[in-house]
């Protein structure tokens, strides 16, 4: 039952980051003509409200990120969130892993960024403030947390296991001993 639950999870988290990574995460990387007005503004209201100018001129390292979200992670979704509705396909485990480690390593440094990077005051302003900065952690701070509970999900749930029931070798690995 909570194995359920936590897929539940997981297909939420990858069916809605397909609409993020297109409409709004790719924006950094993409001619800006080829967003409609009403998508460069909800990105500028949410540099705006959030004090994330990362998002409005992302520094290079970000937008290799953002590269590798649009290359590896973005055809990987869908993949992902049906893997996750049907619900106990063991073969989304080296997939996730593969996933999961990757995006959890890559949110170590933008975080390390948003908490300790001193940011300039104009014309793209940082967060400044202990609350600002926490704020700003908070909207990233998913994109670590669900990627951390897949990856232990992926390791240690029987259901995900690649080993058969009782823990017994197969023939095979029997023969290779």
Not at 112 to 141: C, M, N, W
């Amino acid at each position: 039952m909570f194995l359920r639950f936590l897929e539940i999870i997981f297909f939420f988290y990858f069916a809605t980051h397909i609409p993020i990574t297109l409409f709004i995460d790719l924006q950094a990387l993409v001619p800006e003509h080829v967003y409609p007005q009403a998508l460069k503004d909800v990105l500028r209201w949410y540099a705006a409200d959030f004090k994330d100018p990362m998002v409005l001129d992302p520094p290079f390292w970000f937008k290799s990120f953002i590269f590798c979200e649009a290359l590896v992670q973005l055809p990987f979704f869908p993949v992902a969130a049906y893997a996750f509705m049907k619900g106990n396909c063991r073969w989304i485990r080296t997939p996730a892993i593969v996933y999961a480690t990757h995006v959890a390593t890559s949110l170590i440094p933008i975080l390390a960024h948003i908490l300790f990077h001193d940011f300039p005051v104009a014309p793209h302003p940082g967060p400044q403030t202990s609350k600002e900065r926490l704020t700003l952690v908070s909207v990233y701070a998913p994109y670590l947390v669900i990627p951390i509970m897949l990856l232990l999900t992926m390791l240690f749930s029987t259901a995900y296991s690649t080993s058969p029931p009782g823990g017994k070798a197969s023939s095979r690995a029997k023969k290779l001993k």
